[in-house]
Nanobody
């Protein structure tokens, strides 16, 4: 059974930064596109950022210029660096492997003063 385990969430003030990590229990995603999604209370889950096996990235318009997705295949880990955080970034953030369709359990990010 493959597991994706997110970490790095927490409470941060507006303008602050967090780095999320998603560790896979084995190298399931060396060639897969990996996604970060988020879901705020009362809203649908939305795609925030994605990175292909070759390292190409794309972002939701709402996070462009503030968030950076990256991966370290040797560590079976994908990251989401989040800067200039806003209250509207508050959500549970999920890691997802696009081809094999595994989901992590989510990590809470709260942006509040």
């Amino acid at each position: 059974q493959v597991q994706l385990v997110e970490s790095g969430g927490g409470l941060v003030q507006p303008g602050g930064s967090l780095r999320l990590s998603c560790a896979a229990s084995r190298s399931i995603f060396r060639l897969e596109t990996m996604d970060w999604y988020r879901q705020a209370p009362g809203k649908e889950r939305e795609l925030v950022a994605a990175i292909t096996g070759g390292g190409y990235t794309n972002y939701a318009d709402s996070v462009k210029g503030r968030f950076t997705i990256s991966r370290d295949n040797a560590k079976n880990t994908v990251y989401l660096q989040m800067n200039s955080l806003k209250p509207e970034d508050t959500a549970v953030y999920y890691c997802h492997s696009r081809t094999s369709n595994y989901w992590g359990q989510g990590t809470q990010v709260t942006v509040s003063s």
